[in-house]
Structure formats: structure tokens, C-alpha cells
């Protein structure tokens, strides 16, 4: 009998430390909610990324680790995937007068968005 108690303690435990994503919201459901959003209302909607990385054309690319899963609409043997979340940022194609200003950066279209 006892060895059945720390059989299911430590299968317990094991399900316990599975890794879950820090979001609520599938892959797809985020892709569209940030579609076209500024890195601003990209921060305010999914808060600071865990790695922020500039890239070769002036591009930036935020990750947020284990962030998200993908939903229904994925194969069943990927379904429920937890996944890293990308989102690279393009700058206006025409420079402001003002500078650089990252605020008016927005999600890259088409594939702004990945895992």
C-alpha cells in the first residue's frame, strides 16, 4: 500500500511540473489580436517581452517564452503545443521628422508572427 501512495505522490508531482503557457489565448488567437498594433498596444496587450532582439534591416524581433499553445485549428499530434511567441516589428516605411520613433513601429505583415 505504501508503495502505491509514493507511486501517485510522485506521478502527482510529475503533473504538476509540466511546463503550462503564461497565456490564455492560443497562437492564432494572438496572431489576430495583434495584427497591425503598434509595439505600444502590442506591450499594453501581452506585457515586456522576455527577449528583445534588432535585426540585419532595422526589424526588431520581442520573444516571450513558453508563452502561448497552439489551438484546435493545428494537427492533433501539435495540438496543445506550448510554444515560444514572436512578433517582429517593421518601422515606417518613410522616416518621421520627429526620429525613429519605435511607438509608431507596427507587427510585420505577413508573417509577423510565429513560434
Known sequence: MNRFLLLLLVL????GCSPAARSQKSFDEIRTLVAGKTEAEVRSLLGNPDHREKLPF??????????TYLGKEWAP?????IVHLEITFAGPLVASAGGDEPSRWRVSEPYGVGF
Open 77 to 81: 499530434e501539435v495540438r496543445g503545443k
Open 12 to 15: 502527482l508531482s510529475l503533473a
Open 58 to 67: 532595422g526589424d526588431e524581433r520581442w520573444t516571450w517564452w513558453n508563452y
